[in-house]
Each structure stands twice: as structure tokens, then as C-alpha cells.
Nanobody, 126 residues
Framework: QVQLVESGGGLVQAGGSLRLSCAASGRTFSGYAMGWVRRAPGTEREFVAVFSGTGGRTYYADSVKGRFTISRDNAKNTVYLQMNSLKPEDTAVYYC???????????????????WGQGTQVTVSS
């Protein structure tokens, strides 16, 4: 059974940092683009960041560029999201996602991801 399991969410003050992890199991994801999307209450889901399966390419939403860093360890089948300088508007449930297709440097919002995690809550207080 394929699973993506997120961890590392929590409550942090504005300006603080958190590191999210996503451990994948059930198959090898080295050929998949893996990334993060988020959804705040009452809003549509929002793309955050993605890391390609090959080539080491990354792409970030403008709202997090310069503050968040995505990385992955294919040996551990794990992807990470280091979040610095957090803002209250970063408050959301963060989902780990995987896609067989790399959509390029203009990553669409409405990607049909092949796999989703269950989500982890990130709350940033002002």
C-alpha cells in the first residue's frame, strides 16, 4: 500500500521556523516529482513547492520563495520542507504530494497528483 506520511507541523510564532517531513512507502518515488500544497480554512488549495524526480529541479510559489526550501532524499524516500520566517498567512494544512509528470517551471495550481498524504497542521501566531 502506497503511503505518504507527513510530520513536523505545529504551532510557531511569526518569524519562527518549522521543518516538515514526508516519508513515502509502498513504492519508490525517485522518478516522481514530490512536493507540498497547502489549504487554509475556507480557501482553495495552494501550490507551495515541488522537487523533480530527476535533475534536481525545484519550483516555488511566489508567496514562499526565499523563505521555504524543499529538498529530498531518494535513499530514504523522503521529502522535506524547511520553512523559515513564517508568517500568520502561512497557517494551513500542508499536504505532501507526488506526481509522475513534471509540469515545468510554471507549476499549475490544479495538478492531478497521483498520491497525497493525510496532511499536517501548521499554525503561525502573530
Amino acid at each position: 500500500q502506497v503511503q505518504l506520511v507527513e510530520s513536523g507541523g505545529g504551532l510557531v510564532q511569526a518569524g519562527g521556523s518549522l521543518r516538515l517531513s514526508c516519508a513515502a512507502s509502498g513504492r519508490t518515488f525517485s522518478g516522481y516529482a514530490m512536493g507540498w500544497v497547502r489549504r487554509a480554512p475556507g480557501t482553495e488549495r495552494e501550490f507551495v513547492a515541488v522537487f523533480s524526480g530527476t535533475g534536481g529541479r525545484t519550483y516555488y510559489a511566489d508567496s514562499v520563495k526565499g523563505r521555504f526550501t524543499i529538498s529530498r532524499d531518494n535513499a530514504k524516500n523522503t521529502v522535506y520542507l524547511q520553512m523559515n520566517s513564517l508568517k500568520p498567512e502561512d497557517t494551513a494544512v500542508y499536504y505532501c504530494v507526488a506526481s509522475r509528470i513534471w509540469y515545468g517551471s510554471s507549476w499549475p495550481e490544479q495538478v492531478r497528483y497521483d498520491y497525497w498524504g493525510q496532511g499536517t497542521q501548521v499554525t503561525v501566531s502573530s
